[in-house]
């Protein structure tokens, strides 16, 4: 699979910012898709995830309630708006996918190198 993603940059504190990324790779699957993070020094965490037919959605309780993924419809290109953006929400962002479609395969973040992004940088200044 192929991901590439867009969208990232500097904002300030309680701004928004939506991060997409688009996935390209086996014809007729419906990928699940999400995003993990990383902030320096620190081991990658899951942000969110969407199942592959965008019916079942799940956050980190670092994001909840500030954030929605979603998914265009019939494709596999996800968004991630985040809302009220804290310092803390600065990290590499990194979109990732899995062909079999279950959000469970996204939160235990996929072991492919393949199914993950290059990383897009989200900062947040005060």
């Known amino acids: 699979v192929q991901l590439q993603a867009s969208g990232g940059g500097s904002v300030q504190v309680g701004e928004s910012l939506r991060i997409s990324c688009t996935a390209s790779?086996?014809?007729?699957?419906?990928?699940?898709l999400g995003w993990f993070r990383q902030h320096p020094g620190m081991e990658r965490e899951f942000v969110a995830g969407?199942?592959?037919?965008?019916?079942?959605?799940s956050y980190a309780d670092s994001v909840k309630g500030r954030s929605t993924i979603s998914r265009d419809s019939g494709s596999n290109t996800v968004h991630l708006q985040m809302n009220s953006l804290r310092p803390e929400d600065t990290a590499v962002y990194y979109c990732?996918?899995?062909?079999?479609?279950?959000?469970?395969?996204?939160?235990?973040?996929?072991?492919?190198?393949?199914?993950w992004g290059p990383g897009t940088q989200v900062t947040v200044s005060s």
């Open positions: 969407i199942d592959g037919r965008g019916d079942t959605t």
């Open positions: 990732v996918a899995d062909p079999r479609g279950t959000i469970s395969t996204i939160i235990a973040g996929p072991r492919g190198p393949d199914q």
């Open positions: 790779g086996r014809r007729g699957i419906s990928y699940a």
